[in-house]
T-cell receptor, first 113, second 116 residues
Framework: DTEVTQTPKHLVMGMTNKKSLKCEQH?????MYWYKQKAKKPPELMFV???????INESVPSRFSPECPNSSLLNLHLHALQPEDSALYLC????????????FGSGTRLTVV | SQQGEEDPQALSIQEGENATMNCSYK?????LQWYRQNSGRGLVHLIL?????REKHSGRLRVTLDTSKKSSSLLITASRAADTASYFC????????????????FGSGTQLTVLP
């Protein structure tokens, strides 16, 4: 069982839809992350929330919008996506102590049609 | 962006053999981590080695780090079919552009297949 929970596990959406991916962590961590992973590629960082401060990968298009309601929850709002946005979206959390690794959720498999 | 390269890209071995994967990176790091990913699933943290450490063991895993060469290796001993997965190295730091936030940047990954 993972202590980072992502919902839904699978999502199919049209290019005109608005949807949200949700992530919740029960680790007491103060940093949460969204990663995007295409098939046979490594995960790429999209957004970081650390102590409620947002850092953005400037290459991420504005059709992706993160939201951090509190330190345990992280949402990713999706609007007007393109088929090339189809990917595995991974949420992770970490503490600030550099002696410990990150904890990842099991991901949301997104397909844009 | 991708931190570095891993080699080999793919490795196929028999059960019981050892598997070695190598990772190179580009920037200064606080630590280097290794993760496993089963097909289409989330990543599982395996082991972390700090920048001032040279070798670390955890069960059947042995990690080395050479900061002068900006490289690391992961050795899995006595491999099992259940070890079949993708393995990623990842570097952890505090890039100036992110203020105080940690950022984990992944290498290209090695697909390991252990044949029964």
């Amino acid at each position: 069982d993972t202590e980072v929970t992502q919902t839904p596990k699978h999502l199919v959406m049209g290019m005109t839809n608005k949807k949200s991916l949700k992530c919740e962590q029960h680790m007491g961590h103060r940093a949460m992350y969204w990663y995007k992973q295409k098939a046979k590629k490594p995960p790429e960082l999209m957004f970081v929330y650390s102590y409620e401060k947002l850092s953005i990968n400037e290459s991420v298009p504005s059709r992706f919008s993160p939201e951090c309601p509190n330190s345990s929850l992280l949402n990713l709002h999706l609007h007007a996506l393109q088929p090339e946005d189809s990917a595995l979206y991974l949420c992770a959390s970490s503490g600030t102590d550099l002696f410990y690794g990150y904890t990842f959720g099991s991901g949301t498999r997104l397909t844009v049609v | 962006s991708q931190q570095g390269e891993e080699d080999p890209q793919a490795l196929s071995i028999q059960e019981g053999e050892n598997a070695t994967m190598n990772c190179s990176y580009k920037t200064s790091i606080n630590n280097l981590q290794w993760y496993r990913q089963n097909s289409g699933r989330g990543l599982v943290h395996l082991i972390l080695i700090r920048s001032n450490e040279r070798e670390k063991h955890s069960g059947r895993l042995r990690v080395t780090l050479d900061t002068s060469k900006k490289s690391s290796s992961l050795l899995i001993t006595a491999s099992r079919a259940a070890d079949t997965a993708s393995y990623f190295c990842a570097t952890d730091g505090f890039p100036p552009s992110s203020g105080s936030a940690r950022q984990l940047t992944f290498g290209s990954g090695t697909q390991l297949t252990v044949l029964p």
